[in-house]
């Protein structure tokens, strides 16, 4: 096997301006699959991570309306066993309203508000509040009843701060009560809604203040793998007390929108890959079949010594591996630095990256690898051609 490379070898640096370009055509490729390919990986994680990623992946309530969770304290316990749930926590939610004063000469007006009674430590897993408060040396979640956190909007619009107490009016069977309340933190989720409309506390706060007793709205769960969750849910269901009218629905049946873009962006990314690697071997397997015409003396010469047509053809089908691993190997150079300059680069206001993008060695390798096999494939047809040349013909004919 060794001649033939010899031969493969002196034949590509005989030429030494077709093999550059050669060369520069697979890197080219390469690259544009391997930054394609990651753009697209890390525009999906970011658009998975910005729409799921702060909230519950799959959610037991109750298949009545206006109905709760009695015993949620052991389905949690039950649902927090199953392989692939990274927690559970309950939430009670509530609705009430906060009386705001009107300017002089102006009526009082309120605003609506959803007042959250979570499992906080377990909660803060799933929505990242003490990572979200705008100023993290100067606030803490609320450990005390009646303390409560904020959104940024809330803060803004009604000119609250940490430390500042206001009243929220909740209705009972015969009128309104108000209960006082302690800003300990202001949190931005970077959505408006709830950053406008949220008032989180400890679940037993929120209990008392409405006085509901033990129960829960919902049991909220967050998995290891997002994308688990469609096998995850059956086991789930499953999980929970067979006359407890309860459902748990993941967040795919919730988000089909999202995930038919998301099916749609994968798709596209494997065509453009696709296109990128059958214009790889068209231009390798036309320049090879070029190459074996120029040199049908040579190939002639060496087959009248003695070289057998099998290792003729592998003559050509060496110069297609060394084609693609030299192109592999720039192209893949070429890609991480294009996926350098974009991250660093292209940026959003606050100095992050417009697509976080990261270097997936698994993908990376396998970029390479369809390289060089494609390569490889494109030099069969040149390699059979190669193969079929008789020597006296080729010699007598010059």
Same mark, same amino acid.
């Given at each position: 096997?060794?001649?033939?490379?010899?031969?493969?070898?002196?034949?590509? #640096? =005989?030429?030494?301006? @077709?093999?550059?370009?050669?060369?520069?055509?697979?890197?080219?490729?390469?690259?544009?699959?391997?930054?394609?390919?990651?753009?697209?990986?890390?525009?999906?994680? %970011?658009?998975?991570? #910005?729409?799921?990623? %702060?909230?519950?992946?799959?959610?037991?309530?109750?298949?009545?309306?206006?109905?709760?969770?009695?015993?949620?304290?052991?389905?949690?316990?039950?649902?927090?066993?199953?392989?692939?749930?990274?927690?559970?926590?309950? =939430?009670?939610?509530?609705?009430?309203?906060?009386?705001v004063e009107g300017a002089e000469g102006q009526n009082d007006s309120s605003e609506y508000i959803l007042v959250r009674g979570l499992t906080l430590d377990k909660a803060d897993t799933i929505y990242k509040f003490s990572d979200s408060f705008i100023d993290k040396s100067t606030m803490n979640m609320p450990s005390l009843p009646n303390e409560v956190i904020v959104g940024k909007e809330f803060s803004e619009t009604l000119g609250y701060t940490v430390g500042n107490q206001f009243e929220i009016s909740i209705a009972t069977r015969d009128s309104y009560k108000t209960e006082t309340v302690t800003i300990t933190g202001i949190?931005?989720?970077?959505?408006?809604?709830?950053?406008?409309?949220? !008032?989180?506390?400890?679940?037993?706060?929120?209990?008392?203040?409405?006085?509901?007793?033990?129960?829960?709205?919902?049991?909220?769960?967050?998995?290891?793998?997002?994308?688990?969750?469609?096998?995850?849910?059956?086991?789930?269901?499953?999980?929970?007390?067979?006359?407890?009218?309860?459902?748990?629905?993941?967040?795919?049946?919730?988000?089909?929108?999202?995930?038919?873009?998301?099916?749609?962006?994968?798709?596209?990314?494997?065509?453009?890959?696709?296109?990128? !690697?059958?214009?790889?071997?068209?231009?390798?397997?036309? !320049?090879?079949?070029? %190459?074996?015409? @120029?040199?049908?003396?040579?190939?002639?010469?060496?087959?009248?010594?003695?070289?057998?047509?099998?290792?003729?053809?592998?003559?050509?089908?060496?110069?297609?591996?060394?084609?693609?691993?030299?192109?592999?190997?720039?192209?893949?150079?070429?890609?991480?630095?294009?996926?350098?300059?974009?991250?660093?680069?292209?940026?959003?206001?606050?100095?992050?990256?417009?697509?976080?993008?990261?270097?997936?060695?698994?993908?990376?390798?396998? %970029?390479?690898?369809?390289?060089?096999?494609?390569?490889?494939?494109?030099?069969?047809?040149?390699?059979?051609? =190669?193969?079929?040349?008789?020597?006296?013909?080729?010699?007598?004919?010059?």
């Amino acid at each position: 096997m060794l001649l033939p490379f010899k031969i493969a070898l002196r034949f590509l #640096k =005989s030429s030494k301006g @077709q093999t550059i370009l050669i060369t520069l055509g697979i890197a080219i490729g390469v690259s544009v699959q391997l930054f394609i390919g990651l753009l697209i990986q890390g525009l999906q994680a %970011s658009l998975v991570d #910005k729409t799921v990623g %702060s909230t519950s992946h799959i959610t037991i309530s109750s298949a009545e309306t206006d109905k709760n969770i009695d015993n949620y304290a052991d389905i949690i316990q039950t649902v927090s066993a199953i392989d692939g749930i990274k927690v559970a926590s309950a =939430s009670l939610d509530k609705t009430a309203f906060i009386v705001v004063e009107g300017a002089e000469g102006q009526n009082d007006s309120s605003e609506y508000i959803l007042v959250r009674g979570l499992t906080l430590d377990k909660a803060d897993t799933i929505y990242k509040f003490s990572d979200s408060f705008i100023d993290k040396s100067t606030m803490n979640m609320p450990s005390l009843p009646n303390e409560v956190i904020v959104g940024k909007e809330f803060s803004e619009t009604l000119g609250y701060t940490v430390g500042n107490q206001f009243e929220i009016s909740i209705a009972t069977r015969d009128s309104y009560k108000t209960e006082t309340v302690t800003i300990t933190g202001i949190f931005d989720l970077k959505v408006s809604s709830l950053n406008k409309t949220w !008032v989180v506390s400890d679940i037993n706060t929120v209990q008392d203040l409405f006085d509901t007793g033990t129960i829960a709205s919902t049991i909220e769960i967050q998995l290891l793998d997002v994308f688990a969750s469609d096998t995850i849910l059956p086991e789930v269901t499953a999980a929970l007390p067979p006359a407890s009218l309860l459902r748990a629905v993941d967040w795919k049946a919730q988000n089909e929108s999202l995930l038919s873009g998301l099916n749609g962006q994968t798709i596209s990314s494997l065509m453009i890959q696709v296109f990128v !690697v059958i214009s790889v071997v068209l231009s390798i397997a036309s !320049v090879l079949i070029i %190459s074996v015409i @120029q040199r049908q003396k040579q190939i002639g010469i060496l087959k009248a010594m003695g070289i057998k047509d099998g290792m003729s053809s592998i003559i050509f089908l060496t110069q297609g591996f060394l084609l693609g691993l030299m192109g592999a190997i720039v192209g893949l150079l070429l890609g991480i630095l294009l996926i350098v300059a974009f991250t660093t680069f292209a940026l959003n206001p606050d100095g992050t990256p417009l697509i976080p993008m990261k270097l997936d060695p698994g993908f990376i390798a396998l %970029s390479g690898a369809i390289a060089i096999t494609a390569s490889t494939l494109a030099s069969l047809l040149p390699a059979a051609k =190669s193969k079929n040349l008789n020597p006296i013909e080729v010699i007598r004919n010059g």
